[in-house]
T-cell receptor, first 113, second 111 residues
C-alpha cells in the first residue's frame, strides 16, 4: 500500500531534550516536506526537500533540522525543543514537487513541557 | 511572498444545502492550486486541483475553477452531506518547492 508513515504518532517530552520524528514514504517520491498545524494558523511549511541531499527552509524553520540521506526518509529533528514547538506535525511527499499532489502522513502530536 | 486567504469559519450548514468556501491568493509566477480536506483525526488528502488558468478541478461533487483575473479558487458543492464535515484547506504550490496553505475552514453539516 502506497503510504507516508510517521513515528511516533504521539510524544510528550520536556524542554531541551533532543527528539527525532521519522517520516518514510514507499512511493519513490522525490519531494518531501514537513508542516506544522496550529489552531487558527493553518499549515505552515517547516522544511522541504526536492531530492536526496537537497533541503531548503520553509516559512518556519527556526528550531528544526532535517536531513535527506535516502530518498524514502526525511526525519525532523528538534535539537532543543521548547514549549512553542508543541504542535501537530505532518510529513508529506509528492512525485517531483509541490505542484503535484502531496500525500500526507497521519500526523505526530507533540507536547513539549 | 505567496499567500492564501480563506473564508473564515466555522461554517455550519444543513444537509443538502449549497456550499461555497472562498479562497483568494497572491503569488508570483503561475502556481498550481489545490483544495485539501482533513477529516477528524486524519492527515490531509487531496480533494481537487487545477494547474492553469480557467481549469476546473472536480471530485466527489466538489468543484473549483482557477480564476487568474480575480486570483481566486472558490470551492463549491451543490448539495452537502453529513459526511462532508471536515476541515478544508486551500493551497498553492510553485515549482520552487515552497507550499503555502490557507488557515483552513471547518465545515459542519447537520442532518
Amino acid at each position: 500500500e502506497a503510504q507516508v508513515t510517521q513515528n511516533p504518532r504521539y510524544l510528550i517530552t520536556v524542554t531541551g531534550k533532543k527528539l527525532t520524528v521519522t517520516c518514510s514514504q514507499n512511493m519513490n517520491h522525490e519531494y518531501m516536506s514537513w508542516y506544522r498545524q496550529d489552531p487558527g494558523l493553518g499549515l505552515r511549511q517547516i522544511y522541504y526537500s526536492m531530492n536526496v541531499e537537497v533541503t531548503d527552509k520553509g516559512d518556519v524553520p527556526e528550531g528544526y533540522k532535517v536531513s535527506r540521506k535516502e530518498k524514502r526518509n526525511f526525519p525532523l529533528i528538534l535539537e532543543s525543543p521548547s514549549p512553542n514547538q508543541t504542535s501537530l506535525y505532518f510529513c508529506a511527499s509528492s512525485l517531483v514537487g509541490p505542484q503535484e499532489t502531496q500525500y500526507f502522513g497521519p500526523g505526530t502530536r507533540l507536547l513539549v513541557l | 511572498g505567496d499567500s492564501v486567504t480563506q473564508m473564515e469559519g466555522p461554517v455550519t450548514l444543513s444537509e443538502e444545502a449549497f456550499l461555497t468556501i472562498n479562497c483568494t491568493y497572491t503569488a508570483t509566477g503561475y502556481p498550481s492550486l489545490f483544495w485539501y480536506v482533513q477529516y477528524p483525526g486524519e492527515g490531509l488528502q487531496l480533494l481537487l486541483k487545477a494547474t492553469k488558468a480557467d481549469d476546473k478541478g472536480s471530485n466527489k461533487g466538489f468543484e473549483a475553477t482557477y480564476r487568474k483575473e480575480t486570483t481566486s479558487f472558490h470551492l463549491e458543492k451543490g448539495s452537502v452531506q453529513v459526511s462532508d464535515s471536515a476541515v478544508y484547506f486551500c493551497a498553492l504550490d510553485t515549482n520552487a518547492g515552497k507550499s503555502t496553505f490557507g488557515d483552513g475552514t471547518t465545515l459542519t453539516v447537520k442532518p
